[in-house]
Each structure stands twice: as structure tokens, then as C-alpha cells.
């Protein structure tokens, strides 16, 4: 059974750094795209960054010009990195893999920007 797990959410300090991560456990089949979205209190899930195979990256314009997603050098796993954080920051984030055998999230990490 495939379970893919974020880890590295908490609360960070206004203007602060962040590293999440992701790995999923559990043949998921060949990668095609991976990605992190998030959802606020309130809100809709969004889309933060998606990287595919091949091609460009996606990113969130609130978030574009701070933030890092990139491959680990296991093969399912993924990582995202936020600098300056802002309040409006706060969500729950989760990763998703977009493979072969299906597309595979996670249960979310928190993360919490203080003011």
C-alpha cells in the first residue's frame, strides 16, 4: 500500500524559512509530475509549485521568486523550501505525485507564519 507522509511543517517567524518534505513508500510507477499545494483556513486548495518530468515549473504567483521545489536523490521523494514567509503563508501543505499507478497525496504538514 502506497503512503506518501510531509514532514518538516511548524510554526516559523514572519520573514523566516521553511523546508518541507515528502516521500512516498510503496511502488508508485514512473513520475511524471510532482507537486505541493495548500489549503488556508477557509479556502480552497491551491496550487503552490508542480514540477513535471519534463517542461517548466508552475508556481503560485503569491509565491513565485521565494520558494524551491526539487527532486531528492531517492527517487520518491520531494522537497519544497519557502524563504521571507508571510502570514498569509499559513495552510496546510501537501505533496502529490502523479505517476504510472495513480496520483498519490499526502495527509498534509502545517505550517503557521506568526506576525
Known amino acids: 500500500q502506497v503512503q506518501v507522509v510531509e514532514s518538516g511543517g511548524g510554526l516559523v517567524q514572519d520573514g523566516g524559512f521553511l523546508r518541507l518534505s515528502c516521500a512516498a513508500s510503496?511502488?508508485?510507477?514512473?513520475?511524471?509530475?510532482v507537486g505541493w499545494y495548500r489549503q488556508a483556513p477557509d479556502k480552497q486548495r491551491e496550487l503552490v509549485a508542480r514540477?513535471?518530468?519534463?517542461?517548466?515549473?508552475d508556481y503560485a504567483d503569491s509565491v513565485k521568486g521565494r520558494l524551491t521545489i526539487s527532486r531528492g536523490s531517492a527517487w520518491q521523494t520531494v522537497y519544497l523550501e519557502v524563504n521571507s514567509l508571510k502570514p498569509d503563508d499559513t495552510a496546510v501543505y501537501y505533496c502529490t505525485f502523479a505517476a504510472s499507478r495513480g496520483t498519490y497525496w499526502g495527509q498534509g504538514t502545517q505550517v503557521a507564519v506568526s506576525s
Open positions: 514540477r513535471p518530468g519534463n517542461g517548466s515549473i
Open positions: 510503496g511502488y508508485i510507477g514512473g513520475i511524471s509530475a
